[in-house]
T-cell receptor
Framework: RKEVEQDPGPFNVPEGATVAFNCTYS??????FFWYRQDCRKEPKLLMS???SGNEDGRFTAQLNRASQYISLLIRDSKLSDSATYLC????????????FGTGTRLLVSP | NAGVTQTPKFQVLKTGQSMTLQCAQD?????MYWYRQDPGMGLRLIYY???????DKGEVPNGYNVSRLNKREFSLRLESAAPSQTSVYFC??????????????FGPGTRLTVT
């Protein structure tokens, strides 16, 4: 099993829709998780951090299910500007705090 | 405050040529990283520097060397470029947060093609 797995998509949704992505991770000792956003041909940028059961920031909600070892990202009322690739990120738990990045889920929001 | 800067933005090399990718950050971060990103592979760590004066191998270090010149600068060198090193290279920096995992800030990337 890969350390971090994501559905590559693309997820095609109309403006205003609600969309959710899942990410599974293999390291059961992981305590914190991140979602990064990457626009086409740009650098990744932090979207949300998840340290306990979940986190909410405006239209974005991240939830953590430790028993099943997955993290979800929910986007409500999708905007055209939400079109991007969303990277699930899990820190390694041994030694220095290196991050393991998923391959990303691509979201396309259409008018 | 420029954040993380990288030079060059684009580069084409012939097989066997060498080059150095430059990275600098102005956020006074202790830790710096070099990643490569390939289609379908995600970001993979090449080398990292936990603090000034230290460097360590990441997941894919073969064919690369690094230098942490000072707290601000972290360079990546390809001694003898190979087509398999065609990729987008990102530099990042972070500060250790109270949780132990600080947000990583990325530079704009260098698009390298080796022919």
């Amino acid at each position: 099993r890969k350390e971090v797995e994501q559905d590559p998509g693309p997820f095609n949704v109309p403006e205003g829709a609600t969309v959710a992505f899942n990410c599974t991770y293999s390291n059961s000792a992981s305590q914190s998780f991140f979602w990064y956003r990457q626009d086409c041909r740009k650098e990744p940028k932090l979207l949300m951090s998840v340290y306990s059961s979940g986190n909410e920031d405006g239209r974005f909600t991240a939830q953590l299910n430790r028993a099943s070892q997955y993290i979800s990202l929910l986007i409500r009322d999708s905007k055209l500007s939400d079109s991007a690739t969303y990277l699930c990120v899990v820190p390694e738990t041994m030694g220095f705090q290196k991050l393991v990045f998923g391959t990303g889920t691509r979201l396309l929001v259409s008018p | 405050n420029a954040g993380v800067t990288q030079t060059p933005k684009f580069q084409v090399l012939k097989t066997g040529q060498s080059m150095t990718l430059q990275c600098a950050q102005d956020m006074n971060h202790n830790s710096m990283y070099w990643y490569r990103q390939d289609p379908g592979m995600g970001l993979r760590l090449i080398y990292y520097s936990a603090s000034e004066g230290t460097t360590d191998k990441g997941e894919v270090p073969n064919g690369y060397n690094v230098s942490r010149l000072n707290k601000r600068e972290f360079s990546l060198r390809l001694e003898s470029a190979a087509p398999s090193q065609t990729s987008v290279y990102f530099c990042a920096s972070s500060e250790v947060a109270r949780t132990g995992y600080g947000e990583q800030y990325f530079g704009p990337g260098t698009r390298l093609t080796v022919t």
